[in-house]
């Protein structure tokens, strides 16, 4: 059985870049507004958001782990075919266009037997197909299949929530309330890879996503041991 943690790092488009109409749409609420400070927060807020949606975002990295092998890879957006690794937490990092790291994402994903994420089913996993499906890539699995069966879908927000039963928390969070060691950093943390993008800070992104799975991973193995009946 070939298991793999994933997770992935998302960065939004500038509004400029979108149709009139698309700006309009997501502006719709800043528009009503006539005081103009109010109008430019609620302008900022909506391009904040624009990361969430694989319409007004792109893939900028992707990192997986092989449970069985016990290595990580992470594909992050670069011009430039570059590789070079970590040898401390065993990470090996390449840079690709997003149309590669989608293809090799779903060629893995081909031989997978089970997928583990953190919020996958909310975010990853949708923005990955749907992303696919923009750039004419065929997703090579679907892994949005029914709610309550893990056998190719742990993803663990629903397990530690018991399916959105009690409170759900962020990754940082549970790390810190078991113990795991948190990828979230003073300087980078998921709602800062837009502005690292934006700086040409790309392998800080492709690093902190290498500490998202390794962490990932590390609660897999608690809720796999404790948890999991």
């Given at each position: ?44 807020e909506?391009?904040?958001?624009l ?7 792109k ?28 040898e ?50 065929k ?20 397990q ?25 950093s ?44």
């Amino acid at each position: 059985m070939r298991q793999i943690v994933f997770d992935i790092e998302t960065s939004g488009f500038k509004l400029s870049d979108l149709s009139e109409s698309q700006q309009e749409y997501l502006l719709r609420d800043a528009l009503k507004e006539e005081d103009e400070t109010l109008k430019k927060l609620k302008t900022d807020e909506a391009e904040r958001w624009l990361s969430l949606y694989p319409y007004t975002a792109k893939v900028v990295a992707i990192g997986m782990y092989d449970v069985q092998k016990e290595k990580a890879y992470v594909y992050y957006e670069n011009p430039v075919d570059e590789e070079w690794a970590s040898e401390e937490k065993h990470i090996k990092y390449k840079g690709l266009s997003e149309v590669d790291m989608l293809n090799s994402f779903w060629r893995i994903m081909e031989q997978t037997d089970q997928v583990i994420t953190f919020n996958g089913r909310n975010f990853d996993i949708p923005f990955l197909m749907m992303r696919s499906a923009m750039l004419k890539i065929k997703p090579s699995k679907n892994f949005m299949g029914y709610r309550y069966d893990n056998k190719a879908h742990v993803d663990l927000l629903e397990q530690f929530t018991y399916y959105g039963a009690t409170r759900k928390f962020n990754l940082d969070f549970y790390c810190h309330a078991f113990g795991v060691k948190t990828p979230k950093s003073k300087e980078v943390s998921g709602m800062e890879v837009k502005n690292l993008y934006e700086a040409g800070r790309i392998k800080d992104i492709a690093i902190y996503c290498g500490n998202d799975i390794i962490a990932t991973n590390e609660l897999f193995k608690i809720w796999n041991n404790y948890l999991k009946f």
